[in-house]
């Protein structure tokens, strides 16, 4: 069976098995791993007896496709997580609700829709991760052009980019370097297309990705910062990044409300309770995650997080979301695995 029809079997047989006992539930779609989900959902739970919060996680561009297949009758009610040109493309197709948060007034005009139909939770920076074992933050590339040189030849693992979305958007960014400059993505792509030569590998999930940087199968992957940290942290893997010293992509990762959804008050419930100063403060220190709220007191937020010299690329979100599935549809047709025997 395919897997879209399993995911909805499964679905819908969480919502007739809730029914009985009149639990209110939502479903929440999600690229954000299974333990903030399952944490904060916990939590609400907890909190908010007789409810039930359902979870899948998949890729951003998985979660775009899904709740596009899904329009004319939504099985979601919250998206939760996707850079922002993603909740743009939303937008743009009338996927989304409006809802303004309550902490509306705490985020700058460029980290959240003009008419409210999705909110930045986190600012996420991307970087180039590395496995600890062999190589140092010295050692490591240290910027994006560095991993063009022929010392990484056949070290570099990557994500499949065309269901991530962090992904869609370091490639993208490697693109925008020059386009900004030329209006043209020749430049990009010719960029593209020795970082492919380079590239060993494109597994398919983020588990294989960090297996194979692991088990040093690969030295090198790109990726975002908080996942890494995580891994490193909480899961013991040998890893540690660099934040390439020539400025780098910091998504605003979006918050959103499906439209037609079955449960549209509570959706709005959790949507407040996960952006929470104090709910904030602890996805900050147990997941790494960077706050996009502008009035959480420094001192409830980690240490590392209130030192970190972040040098962000300027970037035009509205041109990525109208660009990138061009960009990635040409990389995908026309320089993956192009120059390979």
Partial sequence: ???????????????????????????????????VLADFSER???????????????????????????????????????????????????????????????????QHDSLDRWYATYLTPEVIAFNSQVLTKETAPQ???????????????????????????????????FYKETGSPKKGYEWLSKFDASTKSYPANPTLMYLQLARQEALITLWNMPDIELQK????????????????????????????????????????FITTPENLAIQAEKYFRIPARNDIPPEMLPKWMNDANINAMDIDWQVFSEKSKEWMEYWSQNIKGAGKP
């Avoid at 029809?5 to 009149?22: G, K, M, V, W």
């Avoid at 992509?249 to 949507?271: C, H, M, Q, T, W």
């Fill in 44 to 110: 609400f739970e907890q909190q908010n007896p007789g409810t039930k919060i359902l979870w899948l996680v998949m890729g951003s561009q998985d979660v775009l496709d899904r709740i596009r297949s899904e329009k004319v009758n939504p099985q979601a009610d919250l998206w939760w997580g996707a850079p922002s040109s993603f909740f743009m493309n939303a937008a743009n197709e009338d996927l989304l609700q409006p809802y303004k948060p309550t902490w509306s007034a705490a985020l700058n005009k460029t």
């Fill in 233 to 272: 942290q909480v899961y013991d893997y040998p890893f540690d990044y660099v934040l390439p010293k020539n400025g780098t992509p910091v998504l605003a990762e979006g918050l959103a409300i499906i439209k037609n959804s079955k449960n549209p008050d509570l959706a709005k419930r959790f949507y407040e």
């Fill in 1 to 35: 069976m395919h897997k879209n029809l399993i995911t909805l079997f499964f679905i819908a047989l969480l919502y007739s098995c809730s029914s009985e006992d009149h639990t209110q539930e939502i479903i929440v779609y999600s690229p954000h791993g299974k333990e």
């Fill in 143 to 177: 910027n994006w052009d560095d991993l063009l040189k022929p010392e990484w030849q056949n070290k570099i693992c990557i994500r499949n980019p065309i269901a991530s979305g962090t992904m869609r958007a370091i490639y993208s960014a490697m693109i925008w370097r």
